[in-house]
């Protein structure tokens, strides 16, 4: 098809359709033609000879010639053929331009007669020309914020070709963001314009590339392009966009100053500076902002303070991403701490006994305290204890509070302070601990006696102490404290031989010196026992007590007695030896004791004077008196002797004694010579004599009195009973000692002997026995030769051998 601007259709062939039409009606020379332009040299234009009806011969004949005017000549006649030849190529637009129609005028002159034709070779348009543009390519820089509807104005093309073959439309591709507007303008030519339809986005596409397109309406059509280069200019129409809106981090909590945490990212599509991100940091109320920074070019962000998870386990970073626009977004750095084991467990006592009784009971709790430690999971969980080998035990009361309570019963005795160290440690790897250390004292309580520091004590005692002599010191410890630990000593009551033991001894409360209260007298009590008690200060008190032996020793205080011979002042006991008598005769047997003890009581018996010393001796051991050689009538009848008597003591004490041997046959030869030894002692004998009657007298007045009291006292008495009971006999009280001497009134001495006898010196079971009969020898001065045996007496002193000890009441 071939439509043009009106819609009309030209065919090729209806020019030369034209031409002939033409050529029929211009008989009178005027002939029009219609070729197309560009046809080829020679090519036919028309038959003129024909057409005007003329001869091919007249042509020659007129001398046809033909007349193209100022045109060159396009046309040439061929007088031959008679027919219009095209000479050269024609080209219409640079013949006639844009004007329509373009024709070209020839006159053909024929002579002979001179004829005139006109013809009119009207050259049509081929479309031989492509509309063109002036330029390939147009630039613009169009905003991308160029609004809808936005007009650019692109240039025209040019088509050389006329009517149909003319430029007929413009098409641009791609018609994405722009369409076309063409606009008839008043010379009739077309304002070309591209409209934006659709936003420019640099950032998808920076630069467009569009082709205008002319087209003209030959067939075939021609076109030209241009190229229109479009550069989208950028607009800040882009916020940044972080590449992630959470991001997640964790951390230990002993992250160093400046860790790095995270890099965040934010993408602007701008360009420039309307791209350039820089991130910052929102928070406001936290303390974000002191524990974070971020790098403003590269949003790195670090760690700028001391994390500490017991404090926040969790923080959210709000970070925004700017570019220079203005425009933001924002995202989130979740920061997850992790917790370490950084805290030690802290120990805070609650409650505490800093001393509790040592009988108290098993479970008495001591301390109550709470622990602490603020790390989490196992970094947090704390377990406490304490030394083994304590009578402590820890207990859990709850998560955080332990107690510490006694474990078994507790002995200040054994241990008086206990410095109890309580650990506590977390389960943390690696763990945490802290310790405290607790000062507990146990108190007192009296539950020990005081011990004696023997079972029994034994001392000794020289006799005769000093009264107030101190014996020795029992001791008594006591392992308790204090009031509970102060003994003090006391003496138990007993009684000794019936006296009580404190007529003895007496014990210092405080310090437990043991005192003779008395001297003592070994010959009266060699030994006895007691006990001392010893108490504490306690309440109740306890007590102990220890027996005490005193053993006293014997000193050689006491000469030796010689019990035979008797020595008296006036009266005179002889031995007699019959002139026949042997060597070896035992003529008497001189008896001593000691009332002393062992050495102090051994007694050696030695002869001091003799009236011949040849005639007697004496045996040291057994004080036994024999004659040594054989008696002869010329001794004298009178032989005295004097024996000593020691005993063996330190300080050895010694007694004497005189006796009177007679050496005779019969008894008054002995008489006549033995008055000399009375009358020498006359004078001696009278006094005595005085003085035993003196006593008497006294004595007699003394009993009387006494009886005289007695019988008053027993009168009333008797009196009183009268007036109540029967009347009984009164019997007088005579001290038995006193009525029989008084009744021969010659008393001069009486004894009375207590024996102890035994086998062995050392032994103290004595057996005590009163002799049986009171040894009195009555001498008559003036008699001689009296003597008198005590058969009880003799049988004791006939076993020499025996040790005896008398006690003198
Ligand atoms: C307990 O500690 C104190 C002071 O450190 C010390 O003087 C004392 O001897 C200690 N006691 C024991 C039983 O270790
Ligand atoms: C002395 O101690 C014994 C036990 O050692 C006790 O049996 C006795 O009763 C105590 N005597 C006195 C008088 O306290």
Not at 195 to 210: F, G, N, Y
Not at 666 to 695: C, G, I, M, Q, R
Not at 755 to 775: E, L
Request: proline letters at 4%.
């Amino acid at each position: 098809m071939c439509l043009d601007s009106q819609g009309r259709c030209w065919p090729v062939r209806q020019v030369l359709l034209f031409i002939s039409i033409f050529s029929l009606s211009s008989v009178f020379g005027q002939v029009t033609y219609s070729i197309p332009e560009e046809m080829s040299k020679g090519s036919l234009v028309g038959n003129i000879a024909l057409d005007l009806g003329l001869d091919v011969k007249r042509l020659k004949s007129g001398k046809a010639r033909i007349y193209t005017g100022d045109n060159a000549e396009y046309i040439e006649l061929n007088k031959d053929r008679g027919v219009l030849l095209v000479k050269e190529r024609i080209d219409r637009e640079s013949l006639c331009g844009q004007t329509t129609p373009c024709a070209l005028h020839l006159q053909i002159t024929l002579e002979d007669p001179i004829e005139f034709f006109t013809v009119t070779v009207e050259i049509n348009d081929i479309n031989d020309n492509a509309p063109s543009f002036k330029k390939d390519e147009m630039k613009f820089r169009i905003s991308e914020s160029a609004v809808i509807g936005a007009k650019f104005v692109l240039e025209r093309a040019m088509d050389l070709d006329v009517g149909v073959n003319g430029l007929q439309s413009y098409s641009l591709k791609p018609t994405d963001n722009f369409h076309l507007k063409l606009q008839n303008q008043q010379d009739g030519s077309k304002k070309v314009e591209m409209v934006l339809q659709k936003h420019l986005d640099r950032e998808a596409q920076e630069h467009l590339s569009l082709t205008l397109t002319a087209i003209d309406g030959g067939d075939p059509q021609l076109s030209g392009t241009m190229r229109v280069e479009i550069s989208v200019l950028d607009v800040n129409d882009n916020a940044p966009v972080f590449t992630q809106e959470v991001y997640k981090v964790t951390i230990a909590e002993t992250a160093p100053k400046g860790t790095v945490l995270s890099t965040v990212n934010a993408i602007d599509a701008d360009q420039g500076s309307n791209g350039k991100v820089s991130y910052s940091i929102t928070n406001t109320l936290d303390d974000v902002p002191l524990m974070f920074k971020i790098d403003e070019e590269n949003g790195v962000v670090a760690l700028s303070g001391n994390l500490d998870y017991e404090k926040a386990q969790q923080y959210e970073i709000h970070v925004q991403a700017s570019d220079d626009g203005g425009l933001t977004d924002s995202c989130k750095i979740i920061v997850e701490v992790t917790d370490t084991n950084d805290n030690h467990p802290s120990i805070n006592i609650m409650s505490k006994t800093n001393s509790i009784s040592e009988d108290s009971r098993t479970g008495t709790v001591i301390t109550i305290f709470n622990v602490e430690d603020p790390d989490s999971g196992e970094n947090g969980k704390v377990s406490c204890s304490i030394k083994e080998h304590m009578p402590f035990l820890m207990k859990t009361t709850s998560k955080k509070f332990f107690s510490l309570v006694t474990d078994s019963e507790l002995d200040r005795e054994r241990a008086s302070e206990y410095n109890i160290t309580v650990t506590c440690s977390d389960e943390g790897v690696p763990s945490l601990s802290s310790s405290v250390t607790l000062t507990l004292q146990i108190s007192d309580v009296n539950d020990n006696a005081p011990v004696f520091e023997r079972s029994s004590y034994e001392a000794y005692i020289v006799e005769n102490n000093t009264p107030g002599l101190s014996i020795f010191t029992v001791k008594a410890r006591d392992a308790d404290w204090n009031q509970n630990a102060r003994v003090s000593y006391l003496l138990e009551d007993s009684s000794v031989n019936g006296v009580p033991v404190s007529s003895y001894v007496s014990v210092s409360a405080d310090s437990g010196v043991i005192h003779a209260v008395r001297a003592l007298d070994y010959e009266q009590i060699k030994d006895f026992q007691f006990r001392v008690k010893a108490q504490d200060g306690g309440s109740p008190p306890l007590s102990s007590n220890v027996s005490v032996k005193i053993m006293i020793q014997d000193q050689n205080d006491n000469p030796p007695q010689v019990l035979y011979p008797v020595q008296t002042g006036g009266s005179l006991v002889a031995e007699m030896v019959p002139r026949s008598a042997d060597v070896g005769y035992l003529v008497t047997k001189v008896v001593a004791v000691d009332v002393d003890f062992g050495q102090n009581a051994w007694l050696s018996y030695k002869l001091q004077k003799a009236t011949d010393r040849a005639l007697f001796e004496v045996g040291l051991q057994n004080g036994e008196i024999r004659t040594i050689r054989q008696v002869t009538d010329k001794d004298a009848v009178k032989q005295r002797l004097t024996v000593i008597v020691e005993d063996n003591g330190q300080r050895s004490r010694s007694a004497t004694v005189i006796v009177n041997v007679a050496v005779a046959d019969s008894f008054p030869e002995v008489l006549s010579e033995f008055t000399d030894f009375t009358h020498d002692k006359e004078y001696n004998d009278n006094l005595t004599f005085y003085l035993v009657l003196a006593l008497a007298v006294v004595s007699f007045l003394f009993i009387t009195c006494l009886v005289v009291i007695i019988s008053v006292k027993i009168y009333r008495w008797r009196q009183s009973r009268v007036l109540y009971h029967s009347n009984l006999p009164v019997i007088p009280y005579y001290p038995p000692r006193y009525s029989d001497t008084l009744g021969t009134g010659t008393l001069q001495h009486v004894y009375n002997y207590e024996v102890c006898r035994t086998t062995d010196s050392r032994k103290s079971d004595c057996k005590f026995g009163r002799a049986g009969s009171q040894n009195v020898l009555i001498m008559d001065p003036s008699s001689t030769g009296t003597m008198q045996r005590i058969q009880s007496e003799k049988s004791i002193l006939d076993e020499p051998d025996s040790p005896l000890e008398v006690r003198h009441l």
